[in-house]
């Protein structure tokens, strides 16, 4: 634009003083067209100075451009980072809230666990106050069973004055190195129904200290199986004074309390169950009693109403 614009100004400048017809002839023609050369020489030297002064614009235009296209980029690659770092502690922010949610998951839960070791302390305390009253159960009833045996025993005089009448039969003696093996033998004999056997080598075992309590027991059993109850209960309250300890005291309780109703005593009998089933309620002879209990109620409800 600029270049134009000068162009025109020469051409207007040029043909702005031509000279007329008479000014030709005279002699100022030439001295005007050595002006008008020198004005042209200048013009275009002014020219040149303003397409020189362009061009610098032009190239700091350029530079400015280059700059400004620089500066740009750095702005652009500064808020790039900001919105990076925004990111970044958004991030961050979302670490810290889930790890914070962790701990607090962390600390509910030990808070539950001392709440469930106080309950399992409270229900261990519970369990041993438990088992506390049912030894102290237990001890009572073995010292009633004790107590009603012995009045039993003194009950017992006919039986004794039978005993004395009897004629005393050797009694049969066995080898001393087998016991073991003749108090199995002898259990054996029990269940195939062999009583007389079984009970001479019991005797004999009796005699000689083997194994006190389960033997008299097993004598208890086969006066008990003979329906011999008197005798029966002799030997089972023998085994208790002996030892209070033994697979075989639910049986001795059991068939202790059927000796008492074979012999019509209905209060002991009763009394044998319920110890039964108080301290060994998950055996199979605790089982039977409470079969015997129900029926009895059954019976005796029935009875009433009759």
Request: with cysteine; hydrophobic share 35%.
């Amino acid at each position: 634009m600029l270049r134009f614009s000068l162009f025109l100004l020469l051409i207007f400048t040029c043909y702005a003083k031509e000279p007329s017809a008479f000014e030709r002839q005279s002699g100022a023609t030439k001295k005007d067209l050595l002006d008008l050369q020198s004005s042209m020489q200048n013009i275009s030297n002014l020219i040149d100075s303003l397409a020189r002064q362009y061009k610098i614009l032009e190239q700091s235009q350029e530079g400015l451009q280059s700059l400004y296209e620089s500066q740009t980029q750095k702005l652009q690659n500064t808020l790039n980072k900001t919105l990076n770092n925004e990111e970044a502690v958004s991030n961050l922010k979302i670490a810290v809230i889930g790890l914070k949610n962790t701990l607090e998951s962390f600390l509910n839960r030990i808070d539950e666990l001392n709440q469930q070791n106080e309950n399992n302390q409270a229900a261990i305390e519970t369990l041993d106050s438990k088992l506390q009253e049912m030894r102290t159960l237990m001890l009572q009833t073995q010292e009633n069973i004790l107590d009603k045996l012995q009045e039993l025993i003194a009950q017992n005089t006919v039986l004794s004055k039978d005993s004395k009448q009897q004629t005393p039969s050797k009694p049969k003696t066995y080898d001393s190195s087998k016991k073991p093996e003749l108090f199995a033998e002898a259990k054996e004999l029990i269940t195939a129904k062999q009583y007389k056997a079984a009970k001479d080598i019991m005797l004999w075992l009796k005699d000689v200290k083997y194994q006190q309590p389960e033997v008299l027991f097993y004598l208890g059993e086969i006066a008990y199986l003979q329906r011999d109850y008197k005798l029966a209960i002799r030997y089972y309250k023998n085994s208790v004074n002996a030892s209070e300890k033994g697979e075989y005291i639910p049986a001795l309780l059991l068939h202790s309390a059927i000796s008492f109703k074979g012999i019509k005593d209905i209060t002991n009998y009763n009394s044998f169950l319920q110890a039964l089933v108080s301290n060994y309620p998950e055996s199979k002879e605790a089982a039977t009693a409470r079969k015997l209990q129900q029926k009895d109620s059954k019976e005796s409800n029935q009875y009433k109403k009759e």
